[in-house]
């Protein structure tokens, strides 16, 4: 590590424009990259686990057909559906629908319209022969009428078109379901296009009478990111706006005198006017009834014109009028650029990485900003320290990388291992995330010790060499407000360190308690903007309406035997007994599963009582050798039966069955939802437990299902990450302080504190009820990423102090002023950079912005009172035992 840090501080020192030339060709050629590595067209993927359920999902798709269903929620002003106004439009949809465009789409089957309504039973009286309504009261009574002429395994599915306030006695409910059967595409493009087409025919029969229809379904959610690339946007310059702010109050040379005082203030006026003009469109969209709502709709061009013109009057004014401002706004805007350098660094990797980008890496850049001005803060201080103390510029810049740099390598590292642990989930958008945080980190720590130092050592080399470098004012140390009070907390470590340390264990306990009622929870629709209308709609629809999902099981093998077919009929059997699965009971006494699938379809044609009886299909069933139980001999043959069923019926067959007899799907109606997916999955595979016994494979599959195993999956991942995280941060500080200090013990020491934040963070999200997710998911990684260089940054500059001040009380008191000050600045930048997230339309940003943001100002408490006191006690204990004080020397270094 010094070899490198001393590497970077000579090639600043003899060539820093071959530094910043090398530095910005790379910058450009990844800048190229850069501009290419856009959103992906299917979000959902990047969420969704390497699982055999995923598998079996693109199979099921892929073999059966698929089909697209968009829902139409309809509503009535008079707060009733069932009436002459909602069947005239949900007659004028279905006009509308097939006399246009989207009427090619449609896909409609020999026994189901494409088109179905929350009035069905009104529909099928009249197809009955019923006169047409001509009114609410003649409605009614059609449509309890028609409900009792439907089929009875029909009815439970027609039912769940009426909200959940619906009562049968009197016909009325306040909403209805419609649902549209289109056709599909494995194209994300096409996927979207037909969406938008079905979406744009329904929008277009608009208001009929006192009732609207609003269409829905997952693929319009999805068929454009531009919302959700908006979003980020407004929060990246939100951020930046923010944090430009504090980097200037951060980096002020003091003012001299009244005029360069009031020109100070002035110039901070106007950037809080500018960040204020950033952040106020989110709040209007959070909180419309305290903003005006046309705040909430200005365009991003216009607010990042508005707000940067404020910043460019305040930087123009500084830099025109005092040469201490001048430099405050140079060091400033250095920071900001370099920053800006990493981010191209990172995005052009992505590029060259992953091609696309999942909506998790669009944030990265918010939480590259962050986190980079930590290395700048720390860099620039410490340059400015040794400037102020007599220093030439090339000493200074060469004490400022030696000191701080081998400090910043650790974090650097550690922070990167933080978050490489997410590049073994097996969730894609959390490794990626994981491996282009790590990227960008190492970009952020190489531009900061090299192209800063770079620019800074041929700014100030020449102000030097002409007797116009001012120092004054530059020092970080006692006469800062920041470092004053971060100073001040030194008593506790000084007087009350094993207090503090209790309390600390304690609270830590606490959070370990807390943790253990974490939730979990995920779903596609949490990355909607809230501000969405679609949102609202999947909202009210999941709230108000029993509307069954599909949850399918994949069955694959050779489904020709006897055996197979035995083994497929007692797993069908075996279905009704699984909780959540819908389920019919005949007159006769049978229970059956509701849904879709080859036994469903054969028990219909070859029940001599049913309506659909066929008795050639029939015949030939006794020929293969089915009895009663629908069963045959083992050794038997179902071949000419299948071929008889595709022969009566290609379509219906060939959603159930391949054509080649190896795969079928049985689509069974279920109530889970997201809550009970997990226990719903392992209720069908275990009834379909005999298809392993027939030599064949059966995998339970839905969107639901998929969405509990990204939530397992992070939970499973998440302990291993973390443990594996905190061995390498261990590990590597151990090492470093074992051949820097011969003190080995610094390194668990160092390491304590972070374990105990991730503890107290996770406790506070617990008690917080803020669940478990994949956005969430990366705050340990997060945690340990900020914390393990704030508690490397205490640690480093306790044992440097050591060396000046034998006194550990003296040596503690100017850790916290030098390192504690700068570690406040830092952590104030990156709570109010992450804290803008808050300020989103997205839930999970909304409480990872959070939750990181309190998790900083953990890692800081920690930093300057937990990791104080352990070393305070540490301290005192090898001083009584009469050992040699641990000190790094810098002089000596140097």
């Known amino acids: 590590m010094k070899t490198l840090v001393r590497s970077m501080s000579a090639a600043v020192r003899k060539a820093p424009w071959i530094v910043i030339a090398v530095i910005l060709v790379a910058s450009f050629v990844l800048g190229g990259f850069a501009s290419q590595f856009g959103p992906a067209e299917d ?28 829902q139409v929620l309809v509503t009535s002003s008079t707060g009733d559906v069932i009436t002459l106004d ?114 744009d025919a329904v929008e277009t029969v608009g208001e009929v009478g006192t009732v609207t229809q609003e269409p829905f379904n997952v693929d319009l959610i999805f068929s454009s990111t531009e919302d959700f690339e908006l979003e980020v946007g407004r929060l990246l310059i939100a951020a930046a706006m923010i944090i430009l702010l504090v980097l200037a109050i951060i980096f002020m040379v003091r003012p001299q005198g009244s005029r360069e005082r009031a020109l100070y203030w002035l110039g901070i006026a106007l950037m809080i006017f500018g960040a204020g003009i950033a952040v106020v469109p989110g709040l209007a969209n959070i909180f419309p009834d305290i903003f005006p709502e046309a705040w909430g709709d200005w365009s991003l061009g216009s607010v990042v014109m508005a707000a940067m013109a404020f910043y460019v009057v305040a930087f123009l004014l500084w830099s025109l009028t005092s040469r201490r401002l001048r430099r405050t706004t140079a060091d400033t805007l250095l920071t900001f650029l370099t920053i800006g350098l990493a981010i191209q660094w990172m995005m052009g990797y992505g590029f060259l990485r992953f091609e696309d980008q999942s909506q998790m890496a669009q944030i990265l850049p918010i939480l590259l900003i962050g986190l980079g001005v930590d290395y700048s803060i720390h860099m620039t201080t410490r340059y400015r320290q040794e400037l102020s103390a007599g220093n030439s510029v090339d000493d200074s810049i060469s004490r400022a990388i030696r000191t701080v740099g081998v400090a910043l390598v650790l974090a650097t590292l550690a922070t990167a291992v933080g978050f490489l642990t997410n590049v073994t989930s097996d969730i894609p958008a959390l490794a990626e995330f994981g491996e282009l945080a790590a990227v960008g980190i190492i970009a952020s720590f190489i531009l900061m010790l090299t192209f800063v130092p770079a620019v800074r050592e041929l700014l100030d080399r020449r102000a030097e060499k002409h007797d116009r470098l001012d120092t004054s004012g530059m020092d970080a140390g006692d006469g800062r407000l920041l470092p004053r009070i971060i100073g001040s907390f030194s008593v506790l470590p000084r007087k009350f360190a094993v207090g503090t340390v209790v309390v600390a264990i304690v609270l830590a306990g606490l959070g370990a308690f807390s943790m253990t009622n ?244 996770f406790g506070i999200m617990a008690a917080l009820g803020i669940p478990f997710g994949p956005v969430t998911a990366t705050i340990s990684a997060l945690a340990i990423g900020i914390g393990i260089p704030y508690m490397i940054h205490v640690t480093h500059r306790f044992l440097e102090e050591r060396a000046e001040h034998p006194d550990t009380d003296d040596a503690m008191h100017h850790t916290l002023v030098h390192t504690g000050g700068a570690l406040a600045g830092s952590a104030v930048t990156t709570i109010l950079g992450f804290g803008i997230l808050v300020t989103s339309t997205t839930i999970p940003f909304r409480q990872f912005g959070f939750v990181t943001a309190y998790t900083i100002l953990l890692a800081l408490i920690a930093a300057v009172l937990v990791l104080p006191s352990m070393l305070s006690i540490w301290s005192r204990w090898h001083l009584r035992r009469g050992d040699t004080p641990a000190v790094i020397d810098v002089d000596e270094e140097l």
């Open 86 to 199: 909602a069947l005239e439009a949900s007659m004028a949809l279905e006009q509308t629908l097939r006399s246009s465009e989207a009427g090619d789409l449609l896909v409609d089957t020999p026994t189901q319209s494409a088109i179905m309504s929350h009035l069905l039973p009104v529909q099928y009286a009249i197809a009955a022969g019923a006169p047409m309504p001509t009114s609410d009261a003649e409605v009614k009574q059609l449509y309890l009428a028609g409900l009792e002429q439907l089929p009875e395994q029909f009815r439970p599915f027609v039912v769940s078109l009426l909200s959940d306030d619906a009562d049968l006695t009197t016909a009325t409910a306040e909403m209805g379901l419609g649902a549209i059967t289109y056709e599909s595409s494995d194209d994300f493009d096409v996927l979207a296009e037909n969406a938008l087409i079905m979406a």
């Open 518 to 761: 974490l939730s979990t929870a995920f779903s596609f629709l949490d990355f909607v903007p809230t501000t969405s209308p679609l949102r609202d709609t999947a909202v009210t629809v999941d709230d108000r309406f029993d509307f069954p999902e599909t949850t399918s099981v994949l069955v694959k093998g050779d489904l020709t035997t006897g055996a197979a077919w035995n083994a497929m009929n007692e797993s069908f059997v075996n279905s009704v007994d699984v909780e959540d699965v819908e389920v019919i009971e005949l007159e006769s006494g049978a229970t059956y599963p509701l849904g879709n699938s080859i036994m469903s379809l054969l028990n219909g044609w070859l029940n001599p009582a049913g309506p659909e009886f066929d008795a050639d299909l029939f015949n030939i069933a006794l020929e293969v050798g089915f009895t009663q139980q629908r069963t045959v001999p083992e050794d038997g043959d179902v071949t000419p039966l299948y071929d008889a069923a595709y022969a009566k019926d290609p379509i219906q067959m060939a959603a159930v069955m391949s054509e080649d007899y190896t795969a079928t799907v049985f689509n069974f109606d279920t109530t889970a939802g997201e809550s009970g997916a997990g226990d719903l999955a392992d209720g069908l595979n275990e009834a379909f437990a005999p298809m392993a016994d027939a030599g064949a494979s059966a995998v339970t599959t839905s969107n639901a299902i998929i969405n509990d195993l990204v939530v397992q999956s992070l939970s499973d991942s998440q302990v291993s990450s973390l443990m594996l995280t905190l061995a390498a941060a261990l590990l590597l500080l151990v090492i470093n302080f074992l051949f820097e200090a011969r003190r080995p013990m610094l390194g668990v020491i160092t390491t304590l504190p972070v374990a105990i934040v991730v503890v107290w963070t």
């Open 43 to 70: 979000q959902n993927e990047s969420f969704a686990p390497d699982a055999p359920e995923l598998t079996a999902s693109s199979e099921i798709g892929a073999t059966f057909g698929s089909v697209s269903r968009m």
